[in-house]
């Protein structure tokens, strides 16, 4: 045997084992990557499919209409929110519907009447019932002004609600809505006439949520959330 060609040819056996084991471990690491892949593509796609049923508040309407800029509306800023309303009256009604009072000390043994104007003391409440609702859902990365819609009767809010469902959905709206957050166009929508505390900070819980994470949580999980909100809010020093 010419021992010439025995290490070539050792060498060619070994360099050809070395390639099957290679590509055999790249096949093992591809497969394990589609597969987490798969994976992660569900897990990111799971929530936006959801999204495709959290669609019965979501519509547009008149941007003048959102902004409260349509005739008859007028507004005055938080340092959380933008409220858009038609008559004082109505904040009036509003301030004196959401039982929630100020930081008032040991007891609220130091609270007085109310100061200030009407604007500034029902800012303060809704400012209040925001911070709040941050505090219980610890989501604080809520950078939007949020608009609140306050319409005098319910019958309004439940025409608006109908019309978004009709725009959007294109299916009859639920019967008995009493306030709705609408995502989109980053609103909620309430009635002095039906509105508490409690519905107020559930609707800004949803609109917390729904800033707070990527990609938004489904209708269910965010509903949770948002009454959590609700029965947990601190309603102390009542007024």
């Given at each position: ?46 929530p936006v499919a959801a999204l495709a049923d959290d669609g019965l508040c979501e519509g547009i309407l008149s941007p003048k209409a959102q902004s409260g800029a349509q005739s008859g509306w ?105 306030a709705f957050y609408f995502h989109k166009l980053e609103t909620v929508y309430v009635s002095v006439d039906t509105v508490t505390e409690g519905i107020l900070a559930h609707e800004l819980g ?34």
């Open positions: 045997m010419n021992k010439g060609f025995i290490v070539p040819a050792f060498w060619g056996r070994l360099t050809r084992s070395l390639q099957a084991v290679a590509m055999h471990e790249q096949k093992r690491i591809v497969a394990r990557l589609s597969r987490w892949a798969v994976v992660i593509a569900l897990f990111m796609l799971w007028m507004h005055f800023d938080t340092s959380k929110t933008v409220v858009c309303y038609r008559t004082e009256a109505d904040l009036e009604r509003l301030n004196r519907k959401l039982k929630v009072g100020r930081n008032c000390g040991f007891l609220g043994l130091f609270c007085g009447g109310e100061d200030g104007s009407i604007t500034q003391r029902l800012g303060e409440k809704i400012d209040r019932i925001f911070e709040n609702a941050q505090a219980l859902l610890d989501m604080y990365n809520c950078k939007s002004n949020i608009k609140i819609m306050v319409y005098t009767e319910q019958n309004e809010v439940e025409r608006v609600y109908a019309n978004i469902t009709s725009q959007y959905k294109g299916s009859p709206a639920q019967k008995g809505i009493v949803h609109s917390i949520v729904d800033h707070y994470f990527i990609i938004r949580p489904p209708t269910k999980v965010a509903e949770m959330l948002a009454q959590y909100v609700d029965k947990n809010l601190d309603r102390s020093c009542t007024n």
